[in-house]
């Protein structure tokens, strides 16, 4: 016997030895039940409600610093390559000032000798010119690139900026609508318990936690339980239909009811 099917007929039993010492009809045993999961259900609904919105904020604050950080590092590297192409410009300024100061000076000179070298030396101020520029020029093109990345960067921030603080938003509306909810149904929920008898409520609450979505008493959907979808033969659905035993799902365990439980009159 598999262990899950053990703990379903271990609770079906103590379900069974609950019914026998009462004398409230099944029937509403199990529509209070089933009531009880309702109200139950809903407080889970609040807690998957909260659960995940202060996660995605905070994994959204981290994306935004992570790309603040991007940003100001993308800056700073900006306004150095801007110094750098400064320089450069600087450079060739200086360079051009010189060969006006040769070119004046080859005006007097006396000598070939003299001639030669201002020559020679207005020939290399033309290179480190064109060596300046050419540099600028790869400067200036880093710098184009890295304003195309911090635009993008800027785009995805106000993107993300906007979702934090819709989700904030949400969040502080949910916290404030449901706190008041959450309270009401836990007092409601507290309610029903006390319509239920101990030893049944403890194998609601011990199915209940064995599964994440804290399903413990489902309806029968299109032939299937509620709770594992596994189908339920037809002789198993007509004794539910009859409300006469307490009938626990054989592949997972919750106990199932008919669809029409919560018309019955108790
Ligand atoms: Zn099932």
Do not use: W
């Not at 609950?18 to 609904?45: G, M, N, R």
């Not at 200086?94 to 006006?100: F, N, T, V």
């Amino acid at each position: 016997m598999h262990k899950n099917e053990y703990q379903s007929c271990a609770i079906l039993l103590i379900m069974a030895k609950a019914v026998v010492h009462t004398e409230i009809p099944i029937a509403t045993k199990l529509k209070h039940l089933y009531e009880l999961q309702l109200i139950d259900s809903e407080i889970d609904k609040i807690k998957v409600l909260k659960g995940e919105l202060p996660m995605i904020v905070s994994d959204l604050e981290d994306e935004i610093s992570g790309l603040n950080i991007r940003l100001s590092k993308l800056q700073n590297a900006i306004s150095d390559l801007e110094k750098e192409a400064g320089n450069f410009k600087t450079s060739a300024k200086a360079s051009e000032d010189a060969i006006k100061k040769y070119e004046k000076q080859l005006d007097g000179v006396k000598n070939n000798r003299e001639f030669d070298a201002l020559t020679k030396e207005i020939n290399m101020q033309r290179l480190e010119i064109q060596l300046f520029e050419k540099r600028k020029k790869e400067v200036d093109e880093q710098i184009k690139m890295k304003k195309q990345n911090l635009d993008g960067i800027k785009d995805r921030l106000k993107l993300k900026q906007a979702e934090i603080e819709e989700k904030k938003a949400e969040l502080e509306k949910i916290i404030e609508k449901t706190d008041k909810e959450e309270s009401a149904l836990r007092s409601k929920s507290d309610k029903s318990r006390k319509k239920i008898e101990a030893r049944l409520l403890h194998a609601y609450d011990t199915i209940r936690k064995r599964y994440r979505n804290g399903l413990s008493v489902v309806t029968v959907k299109r032939n299937a339980c509620g709770g594992c979808f596994n189908q339920i033969p037809p002789q198993m659905q007509l004794e539910i239909g009859l409300n006469k035993k307490i009938i626990a799902c054989e592949h997972c365990g919750r106990v199932l009811v008919d669809e029409l439980i919560l018309s019955i009159e108790e």
